[in-house]
């Protein structure tokens, strides 16, 4: 009885280390392309960049806070800035006013994906609402995405 114990605990540890091993997949499904393709998944707090079905490029973003949740759904990036002061006033959080916010793209009122020198919070929930970049990517993302470019927020 005590050796099932241990056996089942070992192969519970195994399969564990296995899983968490494993490269994290990319969420694609009922994504068809073989044009430039943005996709950020908000549950993994990644962004993927793709060109002829393949994923060219990957980064940790920081996606909406919970009162400030990013939107979902298909989209174009409609307007590009290579600098832009924002600001805005979302309670329950503090007013902000940034300047000078790297590589703006925006795909859907006044959400953007963009990069950001103010936190290095990536991977976790953080803006209010846009898509944080590092800025690294963000410039990489800017000059990748034309506008038009179809944005997927899932």
Not at 4 to 12: I, R, S, V
Not at 97 to 117: D, E, S
């Amino acid at each position: 009885m005590i050796v099932y114990y241990w056996m089942k605990k070992f192969l519970l540890l195994f399969f564990s280390i296995i899983f968490l091993a494993l490269p994290a997949r990319v969420h694609a499904e009922g994504i068809l392309t073989t044009s430039k393709l943005i996709t950020v998944d908000t549950g993994r707090q990644m962004l993927y960049a793709w060109d002829g079905g393949k994923v060219v490029f990957q980064s940790p973003v920081s996606t909406g806070m919970r009162y400030t949740p990013t939107v979902k759904g298909s989209f174009k990036i409609y307007k590009k800035y290579p600098l832009q002061d924002m600001k805005g006033s979302y309670p329950p959080y503090e007013p902000y006013f940034i300047k000078n916010v790297p590589n703006v793209m925006y795909f859907y009122g006044a959400y953007a994906i963009h990069g950001v020198f103010w936190h290095h919070a990536f991977g976790t929930r953080a803006s209010h609402g846009c898509v944080n970049l590092p800025v690294a990517a963000g410039q990489w993302v800017y000059n990748f995405a034309d506008i038009g470019t179809r944005v997927e927020v899932f």
